[in-house]
């Protein structure tokens, strides 16, 4: 049986033109992401993995190229339909968390549910990443790992369809970053939700359906892990 | 509650000192604007009610003995509503336990007992009986001043006769609000005084049976006076009337007008300034507000918010701010506004104060408030609506520096570092830097323009007083008198010198500009009453022609060289073409002079005087006193020395309270751009500064940079303050300009100083508030952050 397609590109580019030099970002990047998936993107900085999770996510345009969300070109959408686009389908998580820092646990996650059209409870969300006994604390009385946790949480509380994650271990040591990585395996098996990590830290791809390699700007390489490990197994 | 509103509820509390901050200059607008117009608006309501419900006459004329006859020719002109005669004249008092002659105008009450027009409220005990010949009532500030009451007796001079009579009440008139006696400045309750006498006792003393001195007209509603008040003229011209005036030229009530108008520009002048200030600031600090929550935008957007949301988001907290200025506005506001409505109202001796609050007043200022808020956070929210959601993720770019020739200057000067990082930030952000330089010169030019109202006076009390009006007293007539009249005053006790002037009225006229104007014939080289240029050099009058004050010759449009035409009316009178040649400046009334030999050849007639200018010699001054209560042709007199200061007493309690109002206007202005600048700067540069720490700079050398960047700002506003305080304070005096009165623009040097210190000094304690933040400064922390 044919895996259902979430996104498809089609000679995707970014060109950023600062005047003097044009710098691709990405060069003609052609993929298919499966629903249910958890995808890991790998590269060296600056190979544009990061732009594309942010086009992906409807956070940035293409320069050219097509990118499809099912059968929804993304690339036809000005602002305000990429606006609905992450409000209805796609969870952010990122390196440096972007927890507002006004607001509690309970709160950060509660501005998604606020706009979301079928949120879970803030609380739920909040002990589906083990965080229940957090949830009044302010991100600056947060460890970095739980920071991140209540990251994801605000990231899975609308029930996304895709979870976009870039770094998201990024600033952990490996005790915690394990624990965040057990936290979107578990988003990935009891929800379904079709997850993308961006990393540097190659060990990651063992936990990965497939792993996307990139390489200046372009799509290197494709492989496929028949046997993934968990994350307490992953060591780095 | 939304979370979004959560964040903006924590963020504003956060921030509570900043909003603070700009919330007083908002506040500062809000209120100016509500006690101008709230005040100007009482007392205008106050006014015409009083005028209303006591029927307040619309036309006045005085005259000499007209045949009672003529009246009813009057009442039937058209327009005319209704008419009432008096008697009246100017007499003196002599009242027990009071050395000082006093001087009241003395006005008929009619048979009926209350007048049908100008009708006095009844404040205290009864009005004469009008068949009594002993009885007078009396204003009550006067009797309160002087301490008489209902049953007391005193003595009049009427007409050379001395009487007793007995105070049966108090009264107040809307026709005498604002009561200034001949020759003097401001209101004196004690030495000049309304007095209330039944027509017949006193048209009995007066030789005036079947006859009056004085008509208060009231016309048909909507009625236009110019053709009544022409009509009058004529009619009365044969009984020497100087003629008649609408309400506009009626003493007491262009007095209050005057004073209505002042504090509307007061509403036109200042609240543009707060409320300019507080777009600034929220600009400002919305800025930067929106420059470090980058990151909070972005994710946001990322969580699907929509642009809108984003914008509103910020603008609704800048709207926080708006709604805290607002209502700080209002609070503040209202007190003044009622308390020196009520102060007002007590100053001219309303009898009640109407005090209406409009809520139009209250929603055009809030909506202002708001509105300025909004126009300041507009660009900032904006800003923050059209950052892409991946561009907001990633920190923003540093700032570009460039080297420039100012950087090659700075190197060559060898500036030491900390210097330099400042002068680079003003010279990168150059709209900041002239914005707050800006908003503290403004701060300084509210100090420097309020302030110079004292050096005014001062001026205007030495050319009143020490120049033109060098005499002790003045003695007054009711008639014009023959010269024999300076010998007798020669003749009283302890009198030095005694000068004659006369008064004559005459109605100018150049094209189709025409003024009323009280003509003084002079005899050269007066020495006790002279006219005085602005070089403190006396003038004598022309011998060939006329001599106006500056801005009688600019509401005439004349020059030197022009020509007037004249129109003199009462005892002396007749239509001449006099050329203008010379023109001088003056601060009181709208002077014309001539000289005395040619008014006589003129009309020729003898030299006459209508007043005398005498010195006196102190040892006498009792003497003197007691025969001026006996003196039959005596109108009054004015005791100059005391018109001084009472002047200058009155004054200068209403300097003390507008002073402290705008010291604090000004430190508040100061306060929210030096404290808003300052946090900016050390949120700007925390880790910059915290870098600088660690490369070994002590606190003092850091907290230079902060403070030395305000301060030199403060600094460079300082000649922008003075040059803008001296513009506002011009604007100030023009508006204040009236027939009755001139404001010189006097700015001496400690004026701008003392504005300097003030701002200087709020803005060094404003800096120095942050500057403490820095101490506390945790460095680890600051370097770890992501910016």
Redesign the interface.
Known sequence: MDKEIVFRTEDLTKVYDTGEVKVYALAGVDLDLFAGELTVLLGPSGSGKSTLL?IL?????ATSGKVWFHDRELTQLR??GL??F???H?G?V?Q?Y?L?P??TAR??????????RDPMRPEEALERVGLAHRIDHFPAELSGGEQQRVAIA?AVAKRPEILLCDEPTGALDSATGTQVLEVLRGVNDELGTSTVVITHNAEIRKMAHRVLYFQDGKLSRVETNEHRLSPAEIVW | MDALDIKLWRDFKRLWAQSLAIALVMAAGVAVLLMSFGMSKALDETRDTYYERNRFADVFVDARSVPMSMLATIQTLEGVAAAEARVTTHATLDIDGKSRATVVYVNSLPETGVPLLNVPILRRGTLPDPNASDQVALNEPFAKANDLWPGDRLAINLNGTKREVTVTGWLLSPEFIYTIGPGSLIPDDEDYGILWMPERALAAVLDRTGAFDNLTLKLRPGFDPKPVIEELDRLLEPYGSWGAIDRTEQVSNAFIDGEINQLKTLAYILPPVFLGITVFLVNMVMGRIVTLERTEIGLLKALGYTNLDVCLHYLFLSGLVAAVGVVIGWAAGSWLSFGLAKLYANFFKFPYLIYNVSWNTYIVSGLLGFAAATFGAIRSAMAAARLSPATAMSPPAPPRFKRSWIDRALAAVRVSQPTMMILRSLIRWPIRAAMSILGMALAVSILVSSNFFPDSLDVIIDSAFRQSNRQHAVLFFNDLMPESALEEARRLPGVLQAEGQQYLTAVFRKDHYEKRVVVEARRPGNDLSRVVDTNGQPIDAPTDGVMLSRRLAAQLHVGVGDTVEAEFRGTRHGTFELPVTALITQYFGLGAYLDQGMADRMFQQSSQTSIVNVTLDPAFDEAFQERLKELPKLGGSAMMIENREGFQETISQNILITTTIYVILGVLITVGVAYNGARIQLSERARELASLRILGFTRAEVGFILVGEIMLLALLAQPLGWWLGWAIAKLMAESFTSDLYAIPLVLKPATFSQASLVVLGAALVSVLIVRRQLDRLNLVSVMKTRE
Not at chain 1, 57 to 61: N, P
């Open positions: 942010n996510g409807g956070l940035d345009h602002d305000r606006t609905q992450r409000r209805d796609v952010f990122f440096f972007n507002v006004s607001l709160e950060n996650v509660q501005l998604v549910t606020d706009v979301a605000r």
